[in-house]
């Protein structure tokens, strides 16, 4: 088989793989079932907040929801929300309680987002990040050529 075809059927292959662990965009307001609790988005005066059963944990502004949302356990639950904003993306880990709230240095509008362990990389308007313990990263792609 030629290096062509190879390097073809790797990509298609990649892509594939890549679809399956890639989380669709939800613009659902609630309620959402998390590891932390229920959870609602409300509009109020200052833009939106989130809140786990009655108690605000979050407000941002933001015209409309948009999220994307890791699940786990029998009962896909969110364990993890990568929410958009104006401002740029915020991190919600409901796996404590309250939630840990991260917010993105960057603004940026996600199109896509994996989650990979701790890190969540996200494609958007301005490429691709890596995101973990709070510190954002700009990825650049590489090509090895072998011999």
């Known amino acids: ?31 959402i079932a998390t590891q932390a609790g229920a959870l609602h988005f409300l509009r109020d005066e200052s833009g939106m907040a989130a809140l786990i059963g009655t108690q605000v944990f979050d ?32 991190l919600y ?14 603004r940026m509008t996600v199109r896509r987002v994996f989650w990979q362990g701790e890190e969540v990389v996200m494609q958007s308007n301005l490429g691709w990040f890596g995101f973990q313990r709070g510190k954002l990263t700009k990825l650049q792609s590489s090509t090895t050529i072998y011999h």
């Open 1 to 31: 088989m030629s290096p062509t075809k190879i390097c073809i059927r790797f990509a298609l292959v990649s892509t594939m793989l890549l679809g399956a662990l890639a989380h669709a965009q939800s613009d659902a307001a609630g309620p």
């Open 59 to 90: 407000r941002f502004d933001a015209k409309r929801i948009a999220h994307f949302d890791e699940t786990s356990g029998a009962s896909e639950t969110v364990t993890r929300m990568l929410v958009q904003s104006d401002t740029g993306p915020v």
């Open 93 to 106: 880990d409901f796996r404590r309680n309250p939630p840990l709230v991260q917010r993105v240095s960057q």
